[in-house]
């Protein structure tokens, strides 16, 4: 079954857009933000296929077009069948957000072999995968944007997740390899650091960590809710972002500002 592109206004009306993880929190406020400024959205999921469907059926009951696929994030395999379906269904991708994520905490002599490659592959594997196979077809294009969620540990480092900090660092380096590589064919990539979201992944580090102590860290003073993170993948994939790529957006309350925060 084919799908016509969106033709509603709004800053991305006519634009692809991919959102992996896309089935609840930040990747979620993501696709429907998207979604609700006129692109057709794909949104991946792995095990949570009746939360992918519930943001579907919410796309589509205020006309919008958005379609859910299963994806192992990490598979090769699967990146490739995805693309292959989204491309041949919309002719075309315009943005790839790259946002699947795993959060694993456990003190660090305990962290096995598997939850090392686990985490890899989820929250980098993936990224790389992502990015080498979109990689030709925005370069057929002259034109695309990859926004990978990336966070705050991987710039501050994490003593409760240091395989999953390690990860996301290594986002950050990919991202400016990326940026470096395409944009000769006018291709934007960045990254978007958070900070404590209210998402899953917070509500587990609420299991470990009180809220008092959380909100002490934050200048701001409040916990990030996945609107916030979803407004700034909506800048840097709208026409406002155009001249942006290689950078990484910190939204985080400030929690961290910088090398001597």
Wanted: hydrophobic content about 40%; some cysteine.
């Amino acid at each position: 079954m084919e799908f016509a592109l969106e033709t509603a206004g709004g800053r991305l009306a006519g634009k692809a857009a991919l959102v992996t993880g896309g089935s609840r929190g930040i990747g979620r406020a993501i696709a429907i933000a998207f979604a609700r400024e006129g692109a057709c959205v794909a949104l991946t999921y792995k095990d949570r296929e009746k939360d992918a469907a519930g943001v579907v059926r919410l796309l589509e009951q205020e006309g919008r077009t958005a379609l859910a696929l299963k994806l192992e994030a990490g598979s090769r395999t699967d990146m490739q069948r995805i693309l292959g379906e989204v491309t041949s269904r919309w002719g075309k991708l315009d943005i790839l957000v790259n946002n699947a994520g795993y959060l694993q905490q456990k003190p660090f002599e305990e962290i096995t072999d598997d939850d090392w490659n686990y985490t890899i592959d989820v929250n980098l594997k993936s990224v790389f995968l992502g990015s080498q196979l979109v990689a030709p077809i925005f370069k057929r294009q002259k034109a695309g944007n990859i926004i990978n969620i990336t966070s705050v540990g991987g710039q501050t480092g994490g003593t409760q997740a240091p395989h999953y900090a390690a990860a996301k660092a290594a986002v950050i380096s990919l991202t400016k390899s990326f940026a470096r590589l395409l944009s000769p064919y006018h291709v934007q990539v960045n990254a978007i650091a958070p900070g404590f979201i209210r998402t899953d992944m917070y509500d587990d580090i609420r299991t470990r960590v009180s809220e008092e102590s959380i909100y002490s860290q934050i200048p701001l003073g409040r916990v990030g809710e996945p609107e916030d993170v979803a407004a700034a993948a909506l800048f840097l994939a709208s026409p406002e972002g155009n001249y942006v790529t290689g950078h990484v957006l910190n939204v985080n309350g400030g929690l961290f500002l910088g090398s001597g925060s």
